[in-house]
């Protein structure tokens, strides 16, 4: 398989659950405790911690890296099912998965077009369908689309006249919409199956829902219809998350947007090809005219680019030894020895894929890497060859006796090289798990270089040589090495004469390697675990107050776009508005993944770095400065970065029992490391809540009237938010 980043295995579980419009003390009391209290008696647990927001409980729980993870995942959900009868009943079904490497999207795709938001969503979900029966593809995310519902107003005055409440009303439309099977009944030696189908599949069935009925004064029977005391109609409902894209420096046109996910282990790049192909298909078959689809964000780019590196690098490596050693030794033994640079190389290959390794940026850099170190053995014993056969021997005796001198140095030489890279395997985490790549296949090229330099190699040569005469005839670089020689051996023999002279060269040693490690430790030299890589996309992401409209972090989020939209190196852009969706891109777990209407993402996407001076990461750390002087919202610009997904840098963790008290020691720290030179992108987890009312009820007035506070507060909540009672499918179309 061929992917961007290694296929790790990540320890952790996460358990979502949703309890609408509860806010975070409520949903930690609620729904966060109880699960935490059966979660927390699981065994192999190595941290547990969870996030309460407006509406969401997510838990991260950490498994021990020796723990089976399987196993694991499904005692987490076993734990979660026990602590189901403690959740309040409005709240959503909890999910729980375990977090994957590789979860970015490998592809996205925009739609552009005259039609309106909702046809052209319709047209996304066809694309969609279709994207999602490609091999290799787990999903596709559809984002900002606009689905169209029934939507029922009820008229309180109405239905107060008749006695019934919005709660009884949409247990009525829920009820009333029903397909229920009731069982088998035989006629005349046949078995029929029968059941009750009466699913809504008109609005004017809606309508004339019969709700309750009424006697007047004569004693006459009346039926009251649902359309007696509400209207019901077809509408778009308000947008809660908005796409919309700007290319080559245009205005930004609302979109709707696709993600393509790829399944674990999958080729990312068929899975990419085939989806370009699918859409080029569909937009010639079912695209009408004035559509468009662009390409937002390709993460294949990304692989092509590391594999065609890996390629020049191997074919100038090749083509470079072979000269070197055609002048310093001859024409065959230039061809041979660089005839086992793509010898080793499917050694590699075939050694990653017995272990299940794939073809991604780590694995194809260690491979660069190899090249430079795996030439060495087959030069050596090509040295020894040819100078043997200067000697008077057979091509056959001089192969024989080249690898008889040379072996034990070899096997010594490339083994010291592996075991230098060895300490990787033991570090210890997710980026041990990431970092193992490196050394495993590393060592695999190097081996094989080794194994072809004393087997396949000498066969060859011996073969190809064999009427080749080789005694007294100097190569072309001969007469250049012998005066080199002499050089080097008066300054050796300069140096090794007098006490004083070996004295200074080991105390300039001495300064040297400590002048070297002063580097870092001085700061002149910048540490950093993985460095910023220059690819052709950054993201900016946007937190406004808590509870602020969508409509309204629009309009931050186009005061951003102006700004990007000024960048010269900028090709085009994607701003995702209601949605934190784009954190998964750089964040080892986003525990929000919800969408709130006042955060937002933008996938800013440059043109090609052949095209521009300017690296990615300064392109950004430039709109980091100019994005300063937005101050209606938070604003973080994050470059993409090598390495495995992880939390930031620095984390500091603050625990205690009192919200308040947190909240004011993480401000302070905060204010104290955003002080410290270098510094950026803080962020504290701690978020307020959106603000509320909060009304109190009178208990007495609750019971005289027959009715419980949990009817009370259900009633209210199905008011203020409205209730989806079920799907219905009007024509081919199915709405909720």
């Known amino acids: 398989p061929r992917e961007l980043q290694p296929d790790i295995t990540i320890p952790i579980g996460t358990v979502t659950t949703v309890l609408p419009g509860a806010n975070p003390q409520d949903t930690e009391e609620l729904v966060t405790k109880p699960l935490e209290k059966e979660i927390a008696t699981l065994s192999d647990i190595k941290t547990l911690s969870s996030n309460s927001g407006q509406g969401v409980s997510s838990i991260l729980v950490e498994f021990e890296a020796s723990a089976d993870l399987d196993k694991s995942i499904r005692e987490l959900k076993d734990a979660v099912d026990k602590a189901k009868p403690e959740l309040p009943e409005d709240a959503n079904e909890p999910s729980v998965f375990q977090i994957e490497s590789n979860t970015i999207p490998v592809i996205t795709f925009s739609l552009l077009g005259d039609q309106s938001l909702f046809e052209l969503t319709k047209l996304a979900e066809d694309i969609q369908t279709e994207l999602e029966g490609i091999s290799g593809v787990s999903s596709v995310s559809l984002l900002g689309g606009q689905e169209k519902i029934v939507e029922i107003t009820i008229d309180p005055k109405k239905s107060n006249e008749y006695g019934i409440n919005i709660g009884q009303l949409a247990n009525l439309v829920e009820f009333g919409n029903l397909n229920i099977p009731v069982g088998i009944v035989s006629s005349d030696k046949l078995n029929y199956s029968v059941r009750f189908d009466n699913k809504f599949r008109r609005l004017n069935e809606i309508e004339n829902l019969p709700i309750t009925s009424v006697t007047d004064e004569d004693g006459d029977f009346t039926v009251i219809y649902l359309k007696d005391v509400a209207t019901v109609q077809e509408s778009l409902p308000e947008q809660r998350v908005i796409s919309q894209l700007s290319e080559q420096g245009t205005e930004s046109l609302q979109t709707v947007s696709l993600q393509v996910n790829k399944k ?82 499917l050694f590699a290959v075939i050694v990653m894929d017995l272990q299940g390794q794939s073809i991604n940026g ?230 929000g993944g919800s969408n709130e209407s006042n955060l937002a993402s933008i996938t800013v996407n440059l043109i090609n770095s052949k095209e521009r001076e300017a690296k990615s990461f300064a392109v950004a750390e430039n709109l980091r400065q100019e994005l300063e002087a937005i101050t209606e919202g938070k604003i973080t610009v994050r470059e993409i970065t090598e390495g495995p997904p992880s939390d930031a840098p620095i984390t500091v963790r603050v625990t205690g029992n009192n919200i308040d008290t947190l909240r004011q020691i993480a401000k302070d720290i905060q204010t104290e490391i955003e002080s410290i030179p270098g510094t950026f992108n803080t962020d504290v987890s701690l978020k307020d809540g959106l603000s509320e009312f909060r009304f109190v009820m009178n208990r007495e007035k609750v019971a005289f009237h027959g009715l419980s506070q949990i009817e009370v507060a259900n009633l209210v909540r199905t008011s203020i938010q409205g209730v989806e009672t079920n799907q219905i499918t009007l024509g081919e179309e199915e709405m909720d």
Do not use: C
């Not at 090809?273 to 689809?293: H, M, W, Y």
């Not at 993460?299 to 590196?309: C, P």
């Open 264 to 345: 674990e282990g999958a080729n990312a790049l068929e899975v990419v090809d085939n989806a370009k192909l699918k859409v080029e298909e569909l937009e010639e078959s079912i695209l009408p005219a004035g559509t468009e689809v662009s390409i937002t964000n390709d993460n294949s780019v990304f692989i092509r680019t590391d594999l065609g590196i890996l390629t020049n690098s191997g074919i100038q490596t090749t083509i470079f030894i072979t000269i070197i050693l055609f002048l310093a030794l001859g024409l065959v033994e230039g061809l041979i020895a660089g005839l086992s640079i793509p010898l080793s190389l």
């Open 362 to 591: 780590l694995t194809l850099f260690s491979l660069v890497i190899a090249l430079g170190l795996m030439v060495d053995t087959a030069i050596v014993i090509m040295e020894g060859i040819h100078f043997n056969m200067k000697k008077g021997m057979s091509s056959t005796e001089a192969a024989k006796a080249s690898v008889e001198t040379y072996k034990w140095p070899l096997i010594a030489g490339t083994s010291t090289t592996i075991f230098a890279f060895f300490p990787m395997l033991i570090v210890s985490g997710i980026v041990g798990e990431f970092l193992k790549a490196l050394p495993l296949t590393i060592s695999a090229a190097l081996l094989g270089s080794l194994f072809i330099s004393l087997t396949i190699g000498p066969s060859i040569t011996a073969s190809l040589m064999r009427k080749h005469k080789a005694k007294d005839k100097a190569s072309i670089l001969e007469p250049t090495f012998n005066f080199l020689a002499k050089i080097f051996q008066s300054i050796i023999s300069a140096i090794i004469r007098t006490r004083l002279m070996r004295l200074l060269v080991v105390f300039v040693a001495i300064i040297l390697f400590a002048m070297s490690m002063a580097l870092p430790i001085t700061g002149q030299l910048q540490v950093e675990m993985f460095p910023k890589t220059d690819v052709d996309y950054f993201l900016v992401n946007i937190e406004t107050p808590k509870g602020l409209v969508v409509e309204e972090t629009a309009k931050v989020v186009n005061k951003v776009e102006d700004i990007i939209r000024q960048q010269p190196e900028v090709e085009n852009f994607l701003s995702i508005i209601g949605s934190n969706q784009a954190l998964t891109s750089t964040e080892l777990v986003s525990t």
